[in-house]
């Protein structure tokens, strides 16, 4: 597996692997990265269908990236996703997954098409005072301190920083700031999570800094994630034959790890209540989703709070994760993860509304028509003063293919699950959907004597409580998550947010559809180089441009210096003068 840039590769098929047609696949999991690596062992990897096994506990497959109508309940989305245009490997599957909304189109070109005519920012990123603009005016705030800080830490390396907290290299000028409020939320960052995470973060998404503020930066689905992105790649790999095996729960995976060369012997299996295994041979390759941020989930109702289910279940992702890790050290520390879910926790709840009281609500703070079909919120809106840090969106409506046209389906969440809410007196974690949805009308303004009436009769709320939902953020350090392929592996692979890749950062889609994507080509030998991780790390026009903004527009002279850097700082603007550096500094507003 090697790793490549520009169209040279992307546009070549490769050939077909040596013995492909002796091997077949398990999947253990049907998370977008277990789906992920069936295409591209069905498209370029050329491996029947039929020899490829997808193994899922539940009845529907999509892992974290769902959506769906629960009967006698209502709509639910446990999360969502913001796209970035530089996700590679996800673009470079979805190119050839066709659209289940448009006839004779991709699901990218689908994507692309929708984003072009119907661009994504938001009007207002967030509130204070129920409902009133925060004025943050896209400002983020940072002192010459703080921008110094973030500095440092872009600098710094990776090693320095293992099993350090945020809270640990910045200071309260950093965590006091609009930018701080714009990433924790957008990111959904606590200060005592990893800030090696951070870093990765900050290196991987330079090119968008200036369009955090306003959410110009990213992009969304026409519909829900699973219908807009799951759905088709589930179809694709039915019409290929390929094999999914629901209601089937992996326990344990075994392995030979006597020699250098390790290989999985068994999958331990409970199938219709009974346990089963099966046997592997060297050509059967397995693909591992190890560790799982929605495990643990739980749903409520209107009228009944998510429980908080923090203990891990066994036959769950973690508990399986443990199984496998204790059988070689280079499978990972599951426990550097989900040891503690109070540092791992957060809610989210999915509004309906059911007549037309909330809506204008929503219109006055976002600045559009709801139900024009069109970017809505575009991204969250944060409730700055709020005791939860509450944000909710609503994206383009209909979000549901089935959904009633005279109903918006929006999502909630927030940080804070164990703190009492502003109007709700009781933590985010004890309430109802109808008080989840009390407390967020009560920050969008609307009358306190309408608050109760509206939530019990103008919406339905679903809560979901996810108690390991940001494990992937805790401080750790070099061999916690296990290689996407370990050393020596002969047959297995792991994927997903709890693998181990170069430079990519977790909690994104393109994370798991990158792990999948390497190790397929691994396994299988496929001439085709994986797309690297986009540049702008290394692209001097990104990085101007993220220090102008992170800035606020002050220029390199109205830096708060000593003297004798003001000097030098002088001497240096006289050598460039006449170059290109000075025309860059000029073009991003520096000087």
Not at 107 to 125: I, M
């Amino acid at each position: 597996m090697y790793y490549s840039k520009g169209n040279y590769e992307s546009l070549a098929r490769p050939e077909k692997p040596k013995d492909v047609e002796r091997k077949s696949a398990y999947l253990i999991g049907s998370g977008l990265a277990s789906l992920a690596a069936a295409a591209f062992l069905v498209r370029d990897g050329q491996m029947e269908g039929k020899r490829i096994h997808i193994l899922e506990k539940d009845s529907l497959a999509g892992g974290a990236c769902d959506g769906y109508e629960y009967d006698n309940t209502g709509f639910v989305i446990r999360g969502g996703r913001e796209v970035d245009n530089r996700y590679e490997c996800l673009w470079d599957l979805f190119h050839s997954i066709p659209s289940l909304e448009t006839e004779g189109a991709s699901v990218l070109d689908e994507f692309y098409w929708l984003n072009k005519h119907d661009p994504n920012s938001s009007l207002t990123r967030a509130t204070v005072n129920r409902g009133e603009d925060a004025h943050t005016d896209g400002k983020f705030t940072l002192s010459n301190k703080g921008t110094q800080e973030l500095m440092k830490l872009f600098f710094t390396p990776d090693e320095a920083l293992y099993n350090r907290r945020i809270s640990e290299v910045f200071s309260e000028e950093v965590l006091n700031s609009n930018f701080w409020l714009y990433w924790r939320t957008m990111f959904a960052f606590e200060n005592w999570h990893s800030a090696l995470e951070m870093k990765l973060y900050i290196k991987r998404f330079i090119h968008h800094i200036g369009g955090m503020p306003d959410f110009t930066a990213v992009r969304f689905t026409k519909l829900n994630q699973y219908e807009s992105m799951i759905l088709p790649l589930v179809k694709y790999l039915e019409a290929h034959n390929v094999q999914f095996h629901y209601g089937t729960k992996v326990e344990n995976i075994l392995f030979d790890t006597k020699t250098a060369k390790k290989a999985a012997t068994r999958i331990d299996i409970i199938r219709n209540n009974q346990m089963e295994h099966i046997d592997l041979t060297e050509d059967d390759l397995v693909f591992i989703t190890n560790g799982g941020c929605v495990e643990n989930s739980t749903i409520g109702n209107q009228n009944t709070p998510a429980a908080f289910n923090y203990e891990i279940k066994k036959g769950g992702g973690w508990d399986m994760w443990r199984k496998i890790a204790v059988q070689d050290p280079s499978f990972g520390h599951p426990d550097k993860f989900c040891y503690d879910a109070e540092q791992s926790n957060w809610m989210s709840a999915t509004v309906t509304t059911l007549d037309d009281r909330i809506p204008p609500y929503i219109q006055k703070i976002c600045k559009r028509d709801p139900f024009s079909g069109k970017v809505v919120t575009g991204g969250i809106v944060t409730a700055k003063d709020s005791n939860w840090l509450l944000s909710w969106t609503f994206n383009r409506q209909p979000h549901f293919r089935n959904q009633p046209k005279d109903q918006l389906v929006g999502w909630i969440y927030a940080l804070f699950t164990d703190k009492p809410g502003n109007y709700v007196k009781k933590p985010m974690r004890d309430c109802t959907g109808k008080e989840i949805c009390m407390e967020w009308l009560y920050h969008i303004g609307v009358p306190e004597n309408e608050i109760e009436n509206m939530a019990e009769n103008s919406a339905n709320t679903v809560p979901c409580m996810m108690p390991y939902i940001t494990a992937f953020f805790m401080p750790r350090e070099a061999g916690d998550r296990p290689a996407v392929i370990p050393a020596g592996s002969a047959n297995f692979a792991f994927l997903g947010q709890f693998a181990e890749t170069k430079r990519d950062t977790i909690f994104t889609i393109e994370y798991s559809v990158r792990t999948a994507m390497e190790s397929v080509y691994t396994l299988l030998n496929i001439d085709r180089g994986v797309p690297e991780v986009w540049g702008s790390t290394y692209d001097v026009r990104d990085l101007l441009n993220a220090t102008a903004k992170l800035g606020d527009g002050k220029k390199i002279t109205d830096l708060d210096l000593d003297p004798k850097a003001k000097a030098m700082l002088g001497e240096a603007f006289q050598k460039i003068a006449g170059t290109d550096i000075e025309k860059l500094l000029k073009e991003y507003q520096l000087i």
